[in-house]
Every structure is written in structure tokens, then in C-alpha cells.
């Protein structure tokens, strides 16, 4: 496997579009077709073709007609999870379409926001591919549904390595159970 020129320790997940060098999650940005580095000249086309792809601000989830106002960064993606049916939406496509999420698998639930925080940052830091649902609910209905925690079957056994020192947390007390206490 490639590695990426900023990070040698990090296996590379394509190459830039423009430069052809080999670069980790961190070091590109996902253009419509193409991956771009983020050295000036070769953002800059990113952006050039982020302007020709015209975006709504507004979508209609075609599952549950929610609507959804989509901030830039959605925009440019062109993906973007209902907050209401918590379905993946494919809107690039026209008209939108659900994203099967059929390779991913739940590994773990919290009621602890402070915990999806922190663990969202260790996965994130781990180029882990990951979901989470429900946690716009854990504000307005607290105890009543955990967050659930998606990752990629892919990287199932990367992440429960890089979550194995973490402990979980409810209502601040945990949930470790060692004979030591």
C-alpha cells in the first residue's frame, strides 16, 4: 500500500487529481470526480469546480419529505444524513436518493454526549469512517434513546483498537467494573 507524502506512518486513500502525489483522508479534499490536494494550485481547481457544481441550499429527503437547509460544507459534499429519518441522502444525484448504509455496523451505544464527543475525536484522528444516530435527539429527549455508533465493516477492528483505553461514562460514573474499586 502507498503511503501519503505528509504522513508517511498513514496509508494513502487516493491521489491528487492535479499533482498525482499520494495523500491520506487528512491531506485531500473529495472534489466531485477527483480528489485535490490542498497545496494552493491544486485547491484552487477544487474549488473552481466546487463553484460549477451547483447545489440547492434547500433539499426534500425523498424518504421522509423532511426538509433540510444544508450548510456549504454539505453543499459541496453533496451528501448529507435527515436529521429526522437519520437515512443517508445522495442529493448530487437528481432527484436525491437514499445511500444504503448496508457496510457499516453498529459497535457501541451511549446516553453520554461528552462521551460521542471525544470518541467522534479519536476516530476522526484515526481516519475512521464512521455514522453516529440519534445524537440531535440526545439534547431534546436525554435518557430515553442512546446514540448509536456506526463504522465501516472495513474498519471495525481499527476502531475497537483505538477505543479499547476509552471509558465510557453514564451520568458521569463508569461503567468499567474492575475488582480493584
Known sequence: MKKCKNHPEVEALSICHVCGND???LCLDEGKEYYF????ECHKLFE?????FETPQDVVCPNCSCELELSNEERRKGKIRCPECELAIDFASNPPKIIEDENYQEILQTLNQGDISVIKSILEDGNIDYFTLGENFL??????EPVRLFV??????????LLESFELKIFGFSTRQDEDL
Open 23 to 25: 495523500y491520506c483522508d
Open 37 to 40: 490536494c490542498k497545496k494552493a
Open 48 to 52: 473552481d469546480e466546487s463553484e460549477k
Open 139 to 144: 439534547g431534546v429527549r436525554p435518557l430515553l
Open 152 to 161: 465501516n465493516e472495513d474498519q471495525i477492528e481499527q476502531a475497537k483498537e
